[in-house]
């Protein structure tokens, strides 16, 4: 099965208002999760990653909250715009010697109404 | 720096053909990935190369090979090409524990 999935495979916002994309995981070795960003036709941006010594971490519009007793990962936009319009995806990995592997969640659309 | 590229962007092959996707990094990152993306899926991961000289299987290795040419190039291979492989490829490279960077993807239709 899966290790990484998400609660909402769609949501629609209101420009202007905040957006919540939330993100389950299972395994509880791994210790680094990225948020990407994948508009249509394009391959996956990143946009912030967070490693499992912290609980929250911001970048420009985004923040990402990690609860590790829940396994939970969340990605906030901050005023969405349409330019946010895409498919965002969670994924995680293990991190030490040997590990590269990151595994995927299915991903969320989020579409931005002007 | 032009970051990931892959070749070709667009490809339709019959059953049973063979091709090779190329891809190249101007990074100077030592891991590379290649990964297949479905309709409403997220990535699976096809095979990947820690270092310049090895290889590994990911979750979806059947039908694929790969090359990891020189520290900038990892192509991948379809020996002889199967419906089932109709997809959207993507190549990755990154410094070991680090995030991905994404190449703009190859759609292969089989027919």
């Known amino acids: 099965g899966e290790s990484v999935g998400l609660h909402l495979p769609t949501l629609s916002v209101q420009e202007g208002d905040n957006s919540i994309i939330n993100c389950a995981y299972s395994?509880?070795?791994?210790?680094?999760f990225i948020w990407y960003k994948q508009e249509s036709g394009k391959g996956p941006q990143f946009i912030i990653d967070i490693r499992s010594n912290m609980d929250k971490r911001q970048g420009q519009r985004v923040t990402v909250l990690l609860n590790k007793t829940v396994k939970h990962l969340s990605l906030q936009i901050a005023a969405t715009q349409p330019g946010d319009s895409a498919v965002y995806f969670c994924a995680e990995n293990i991190s030490g010697a040997g590990s590269y592997q990151l595994t995927f969640g299915k991903g969320t659309k989020l579409s931005v109404i002007p | 720096n032009a970051g990931v590229t892959q070749t070709p962007k667009f490809q339709v092959l019959k059953t049973g053909q063979s091709m090779t996707l190329q891809c190249a990094q101007d990074m100077n990152h030592n891991s590379m990935y290649w990964y297949r993306q479905d309709p409403g899926m997220g990535l699976r991961l096809i095979y990947y190369?820690?270092?310049?000289?090895?290889?590994d299987k990911g979750e979806v290795p059947n039908g694929y090979n790969v090359s990891r040419l020189n520290k900038r190039e990892f192509s991948l291979r379809l020996e002889s090409a199967a419906p089932s492989q109709t997809s959207v490829y993507f190549c990755a490279s990154n410094l070991a524990y680090n995030e991905q960077f994404f190449g703009p993807g190859t759609r292969l239709t089989v027919l």
């Open positions: 190369s820690a270092s310049e000289g090895t290889t």
């Open positions: 395994n509880s070795a791994s210790d680094y």
